[in-house]
């Protein structure tokens, strides 16, 4: 099984947000292999912006290298891009990463706003959720 971990996902764990312990425990069944886990290039450089203000910059990239070790970064393609374009969805990044979920066959889009997802061609799960879909 494969899951695109959405950026709240994984800034839910890096700034210890309410709820962020389904979000780690996603995490952790990607280290131990249950799951095939993926995060969009866009993904990497929305946590590096958004947290660059509340966070040591240092400790976010260190923080971010270790996830890497654990989630594989998918590429976001032209066509990626123009399918974003052209999809129903209202928010563009969050249509990018549905594109790129849909390339990279990806089973479920892990994410605590699941209806920014509500026109994406790939199920969109809360980490909840995809804790009892490995279950």
Request: charged share 25%; net charge negative.
């Amino acid at each position: 099984m494969r899951f695109m971990l959405d950026t709240n996902v994984v800034i839910d764990i890096l700034t210890s947000r309410d709820g962020y312990e389904d979000s780690l425990q996603v995490v952790k069944a990607c280290e131990l292999g249950i799951v095939e886990g993926f995060v969009s290039a866009i993904t990497v450089n929305d946590i590096m912006y958004i947290l660059r203000k509340h966070m040591n910059p240092k400790l976010i990239r260190e923080t971010v290298k270790s996830l890497l070790l654990i989630v594989d970064v998918a590429s976001v393609t032209k066509s990626d891009i123009s399918s974003a374009f052209a999809s129903e969805m209202n928010d563009f990044e969050d249509a990018v990463q549905s594109s790129c979920a849909e390339r990279m066959k990806v089973d479920y889009i892990v994410t605590r706003n699941g209806r920014d997802f509500a026109n994406s061609t790939i199920a969109a799960v809360s980490p909840y959720d995809a804790l009892r879909i490995l279950q």
